[in-house]
């Protein structure tokens, strides 16, 4: 039981550049989460799912599009990346029965130059 | 729109003392509190939670207690060690729908001193 697994755990990009952070959980949740966590700061929101086939915006959705075919995988998907998208980014995933803890991933470390 | 407000955001204490971490929620309807802690450069992790059903809950060291007429909780650590050091993120879950939503505090730095 791997938990919640992202890929890569560091990426550099250019500007202008596109790519897709991966995020599997194999605990069976149906509810998945995108986060992004700028230097000194809090969680924020920027998609979630609440099942295979739903997805939907969360505090800042800008610039992120998201997919969710299978209930194991919640990919992440960057167009046109941006200096303001350098951060890092959390998935996290928890079950869906009544109010649950969210169990995070290890991160991605992204830099946008 | 929902809001959690966590203070202090930074937090020196000596290694033996207690440490108190305070978030104040807007939703009324919240009824999950989870604390996070987050090491440097790692994942947060699920420390202690507690639903609305309960005033309090202590798990060896650490304890939280929640007030919901005032809509505030707190985490409580006593007896603090230097693997203490951390950020704490304590979250109140959102009321509008059945999406787990959880809204984050700022995060609060703890540091102990040996």
């Known amino acids: 039981n791997a938990g919640v697994t992202q890929t890569p755990k560091f990426r550099i990009l250019k500007i202008g550049q596109s790519m897709t952070l991966q995020c599997a959980q194999d605990?069976?949740?149906?509810?998945m989460y995108w986060y992004r966590q700028d230097p000194g700061m809090g969680l924020k929101l920027i998609y979630y799912?609440?099942?295979?086939?739903?997805?939907d915006k969360g505090e800042v959705p800008n610039g992120y599009n998201v997919s969710r075919s299978t209930t194991e995988d919640f990919p992440l998907r960057l167009e046109l990346a941006a200096p303001s998208q350098t951060s890092v980014y959390f998935c996290?995933?928890?079950?869906?029965?009544?109010?649950?803890?969210?169990?995070f991933g290890d991160g991605t470390r992204l830099s946008i130059l | 729109g929902e809001n959690v407000e966590q203070h202090p955001s930074t937090l020196s204490v000596q290694e033996g003392d207690s440490a108190v971490i305070k978030c104040t929620y807007s939703?009324?309807?919240?009824?999950?509190f989870p604390w996070y802690k987050q090491e440097l450069g790692k994942r947060p992790q699920l420390i202690i939670d507690i639903r609305s059903n309960v005033g309090e809950k202590k798990d060896q060291r650490i304890a939280v207690t929640l007030n919901k007429t005032a809509k505030h909780f707190s985490l409580h650590i006593t007896e603090t060690q230097p693997e203490d050091s951390a950020v704490y993120f304590c979250?109140?879950?959102?009321?509008?729908?059945?999406?787990?939503?959880?809204?984050f505090g700022q995060g609060t730095t703890l540091q102990v001193k040996p």
């Open positions: 605990m069976n949740h149906n509810y």
């Open positions: 799912s609440v099942g295979a086939g739903i997805t």
């Open positions: 996290a995933s928890s079950y869906s029965q009544g109010p649950q803890p969210q169990h």
């Open positions: 979250a109140a879950s959102i009321r509008s729908s059945n999406t787990g939503k959880l809204i």
């Open positions: 939703d009324s309807a919240s009824n999950y």
